[in-house]
């Protein structure tokens, strides 16, 4: 493995080998958000290898879903992965998304919300929230609720095993003190840094999914840091002109970076390892290695805060 692991560590108790360790996927319905490059892509070619019933690799583009079915087709050549098109900055797209898998599916057994944005300039989504929060919470939160009913439908059936896995970071570890303040959810949040706007969107993932598991204990759900992975998020990231910026390129540049096959392991993981090891409402760093998290993001009246004020939001645009 790449890198210096005293100051990038890993745990691999698991000694976690995707291919050895996911089982036959033939009766499972998949799907990746942010399917087409890094850890998302990485994760895609990994469950496609296991023949799943049906894997769909969603991307905001036909032309980025064809560009990286070059990388899948040529792992599992027989693999059945469709085109899912979606937005998350968009409630129309995530809508017409879900309508897409209801309308073609009886079952819904895995949801891996992977895709995100990290170290955009003040922006806010279609919706009007900040870029980070409406993209990799507001999105995901409306595209899972949207989805409920039918992995609801599929955790009734005998021998099923449904799973939600929201990817966060230990980003969510720098959001501010005072977080999801609702005039400032509906900003760009200009004048603050997109590091810690980044790290109120990443807190949201661990406490949603929290809130999800204890709503909905039938499903396992989960959220998890994939470490630090040389992806196009990285490069996003580092995009940025800042001190914080160059310290962090310096310090991976010591410390080394994962994979992106090896950013995936945590969430193959917690999507196919054996359910009655998987902590239901936990967050996971790589690989498999159960983490507290942050101090706020293991507060339950917070958690409880953020669901409400998700819930009235997606209720005030017409997705009751």
Known sequence: MPGNFLLNPVDDKYHYNP?????????????????????????????AKHNPQRLYLAARSQAKYDEAMTDVRAAAPNANVAFLELDLASFVSVKKAADQILATNDRLDILINNAGVMGLPPAQTKEGYEIHFGTNHMGHALLTKLLLPLLLKTAEKPGSDVRILNLSSEGHKIAAKQVFVPDQLSSSMSDTHSYVRYGQSKLANVLFSRELARRYPQILTTAVHPGR????????????????????????????????????YTSLFAATWKRDEVQNGAYYAPFGKLNAGSKPSQDVELAKSLWDYTEEEIKKHGYA
Do not use: C, R, W
């Open 19 to 47: 291919q050895k360790h996911i089982p036959d996927l033939s009766s499972k319905v998949i799907v990746v958000t942010g399917g087409n490059n890094g850890v998302g892509k990485a994760t895609v070619i990994e469950l």
């Open 229 to 264: 992975v040389a992806t196009p998020l990285l490069d996003q990231m580092f995009a940025t002109k800042s001190f914080t910026t160059y310290f962090q390129k310096s310090f991976d540049a010591l410390a080394g970076v994962l994979t992106p096959v090896q950013g995936a």
